[in-house]
């Protein structure tokens, strides 16, 4: 079974600064999906980037960035110069892919707090 | 618009009661997922449909049920609704397979409130 872990509840960073959250997963496929969703204040789910295992250049959309290390079964989500519209929680989550629909998991997520 | 339609949007009910979810998927998302997110939660997966049939189980309370019918729309039925299954209630979707374009597409949420 594939889990993920998240193990920073709360976060929090100046309006400006970066910030870094952590995710862990654990599982023996070889080929998968990551991705990292944002839930704002208005609890709709956005995606905010993906990554495919196989590909070893690291994602990238604008402000945020990953770190994707497949050995280490890692994948932090990096965002520059935060923005107070950044406020959300961040989930992480795994896909595994499969001909008969493809399987998700979550992390339980990381409350992030952007500081004026 | 993510392209996956939830309805209804907000449901208040009673206690007791039955009532049922309705999404759409995204044109051409063969898998429908269900999710329910209590305050200040995480996810939890309730159940995934691909193509009608039911692909795999969360933990979804025997009380709830689900199906996805041949034009790929999805139910979610909630019965003997108690107070803590007051939650937001997520439909998801996704194409199937090693497509480029997969990803996870949410609806806007179904907010149910049980009093």
């Known amino acids: 079974a594939q889990t993920v872990t998240q193990s920073q509840p709360e976060m929090s960073v100046q309006e400006a600064e970066t910030v870094t959250l952590s995710c862990t997963y654990d599982?023996?496929?070889?080929?998968?999906?990551l991705f990292w969703y944002k839930q704002p204040p208005s609890r709709q789910m956005i995606l905010v980037i993906r990554q495919e295992a196989y590909k070893q250049q690291n994602a990238t959309e604008n402000r945020f960035s990953v770190n994707f290390q497949k050995a280490a079964k890692s994948f932090s989500l990096k965002i520059s110069d935060s923005q107070l519209g950044d406020t959300a929680m961040y989930f992480c989550?795994?896909?595994?892919?499969?001909?008969?629909?493809?399987?998700?998991?979550f992390g339980t997520g990381t409350s992030l707090t952007v500081i004026p | 618009d993510s392209g996956v339609t939830q309805t209804p949007k907000h449901l208040i009910t009673a206690t007791g009661q039955r009532v049922t979810l309705r999404c759409s998927p995204r044109s051409g998302d063969l898998s429908v997922y269900w999710y329910q997110q209590s305050l200040d939660q995480g996810l939890q997966f309730l159940i995934q449909y691909y193509n009608g049939e039911e692909r795999a189980k969360g933990n979804i309370l025997e009380r709830f049920s689900a199906q996805q019918f041949p034009d790929l729309h999805s139910e979610l039925n909630l019965s003997s609704l108690e107070l803590g299954d007051s939650a937001l209630y997520f439909c998801?979707?996704?194409?199937?397979?090693?497509?480029?374009?997969?990803?996870?597409?949410f609806g806007a949420g179904s907010r149910l409130t049980v009093l």
């Open positions: 998801a979707s996704s194409v199937v397979g090693t497509s480029g374009a997969n990803v996870l597409t």
């Open positions: 599982t023996s496929e070889n080929n998968y999906y």
């Open positions: 989550a795994f896909m595994k892919l499969s001909n008969t629909g493809n399987q998700f998991y």
